[in-house]
């Protein structure tokens, strides 16, 4: 299969790729930092340079590289856990507008689009919501993650409460989720 993976470079993002590589699928990995490129081509994937905000430019990446799906992997968090409550409003636009540009972008092709498994603050839901309910309004599977934990995340030493995932099993059941049909796949412990 050949996968075009938007968000190739964040935490699920880097363990999916290879895994997808070693399952034998092509993979197209996104990234918005030419920084990244040769780091993503060491994992076996084809880089691509892309912006989710530059809708013309993820349509013409996608087209480009014709998928038999579109995964997005994206998010738009900061490094710090103690950030995250200030970053909302920028994870908010990416799984607005950049989900919408990825459903755009994928054209009618399956799709695949990461969100999460557990309760947010009641000023987000919506956002959420519409998130998902683009997703699914496109014929595509949303992925729900449980907190990651493990290597990498948040959580590196004590796992969160549940709803949680360790990363590395995330990425092998996002593999796994490749033929899921349309729908939702919660992806927790």
């Known amino acids: 299969m050949r996968v075009f993976v938007a968000g190739a470079t964040g935490v699920i993002g880097l363990r999916v790729v290879p895994l997808l590589v070693a399952a034998g699928h092509t993979v197209a990995a996104m990234t918005r930092s030419a920084a990244r490129v040769a780091e993503l081509e060491r994992l076996g994937a084809e880089a691509v340079v892309c912006d989710a905000y530059d809708a013309e ?3 013409a990446a996608v087209s480009v590289f014709e998928p ?9 968090l900061p490094d710090d856990f103690a950030q995250v409550a ?9 799984r607005s507008e950049g989900t919408r540009n ?7 092709r399956r799709l695949a689009v990461q969100s999460i498994a557990w309760e947010v603050a009641e000023h987000r839901r919506a956002t959420i919501a519409a998130h998902e309910g683009a997703v699914l309004d496109a ?3 949303v992925l729900r993650y449980g907190q990651l934990y493990g290597p990498d995340t948040y959580f590196r030493d004590t796992p969160p409460d549940p709803p949680r995932v360790h ?9 796994a989720a490749l033929e899921a049909l349309p729908g939702i796949v919660t992806i927790v412990e």
């Open 57 to 59: 430019g993820l349509r």
């Open 68 to 76: 038999d799906l579109v995964m997005s992997q994206l998010t738009d």
């Open 86 to 94: 200030g970053a909302a409003a920028a994870n908010d636009r990416m």
């Open 102 to 108: 990825v459903v755009a972008a994928a054209a009618g």
């Open 139 to 141: 014929g595509g599977v």
């Open 167 to 175: 990363v590395d099993e995330a990425a092998r059941r996002t593999v």
